[in-house]
């Protein structure tokens, strides 16, 4: 079985700081989240964080903001980050990239980012646990 997701709101992703584009609790029992995401022609991401909590009271931790985080040479065992389709930190204009990531024992993860000289529109995000 898996819990589902997804959101046709636009989320507008500003140059200056980072702004939450989503926001996933992870129930307990499932060990994978999928999250896929679209950009629209309007400007490129500039920097992208996933973040996680380990309980819902608890602190935000970025596991993953930079490119080498999210490129295949550095996905191991030890990583959350299991496979990207798409670097999110560098996601050009119209593009889509697609994170699947390890979230056994965590409370939720949160995806924020940050535009270029203008702002950017995520237009569409979908996950899926299982």
Request: proline share 3%; aromatic share 10%.
């Amino acid at each position: 079985m898996a819990h589902k997701g997804s959101s046709s709101n636009v989320t507008i992703v500003s140059d200056t700081v980072f702004t939450t584009v989503a926001t996933i609790p992870i129930d307990q029992g499932f060990g994978n989240l999928w999250f896929d995401f679209d950009l629209t022609a309007d400007a490129a991401l500039t920097a992208f964080n996933t973040d996680v909590k380990a309980h819902a009271s608890g602190n935000w931790h970025t596991i993953a903001s930079t490119a080498a985080h999210y490129a295949p040479k550095v996905i191991s065992d030890l990583s959350p980050v299991r496979e990207t389709i798409g670097t999110p930190v560098t996601l050009s204009k119209s593009t889509s990239c697609l994170l699947w990531l390890d979230v056994k024992g965590l409370d939720s993860v949160r995806f924020q980012a940050k535009a270029g000289a203008s702002d950017a529109i995520v237009s569409d995000f979908y996950w899926q646990q299982r």
